[in-house]
């Protein structure tokens, strides 16, 4: 058996992942799990960097969000809402929805000039893509 001289400390103790962790820095996620508070910003800055926001200091999410969606492929098709001529879509023509919150309608009516149902109930949130099918 080899000794050495160094003295054993509670970091010895710690998990890898955890060894130089500072508790301020963490929380527990819904399903007890310990995760970093931080976890969203850093997803966000390595989704941008891997985008093509690379050297660039500010930038908007909705930005980041418009790109990826861009990559996706598709998106040629979704029309920003302020942009949308609604002379052009007919009446009782089935669009999908982009939410501002990132979610997604499919199959609502266009009923008349902007005004739109989603399974018989009007449509209050803000849109912020229409594609029409």
Do not use: C
């Not at 080899?2 to 890898?16: G, H, Q, W, Y």
């Not at 969000?65 to 920003?80: K, M, T």
């Not at 009446?91 to 000039?113: N, T, Y």
């Amino acid at each position: 058996m080899s000794k050495t001289n160094r003295a054993v400390t509670e970091l010895d103790f710690r998990m890898p992942e955890f060894r130089d962790a500072k508790a301020e820095d963490y929380e527990f996620r819904d399903d007890g799990k310990i995760v970093r508070k931080d976890r969203w910003e850093k997803g966000i800055r390595s989704v941008a960097f891997a985008v093509g926001f690379t050297g660039r200091k500010e930038w908007e999410i909705e930005d980041v969000v418009d790109r990826v969606r861009e990559l996706a492929g598709g998106e040629e098709e979704w029309i920003r809402s302020e942009r949308i001529d609604w002379n052009d879509i007919p009446q009782s023509g089935r669009v999908d929805l982009r939410l501002e919150d990132g979610s997604l309608l499919s199959g609502a009516i266009h009923e008349r000039k902007g005004f739109l149902l989603w399974q018989g109930s009007p449509v209050t949130v803000p849109v912020t893509f229409v594609k029409v099918l």
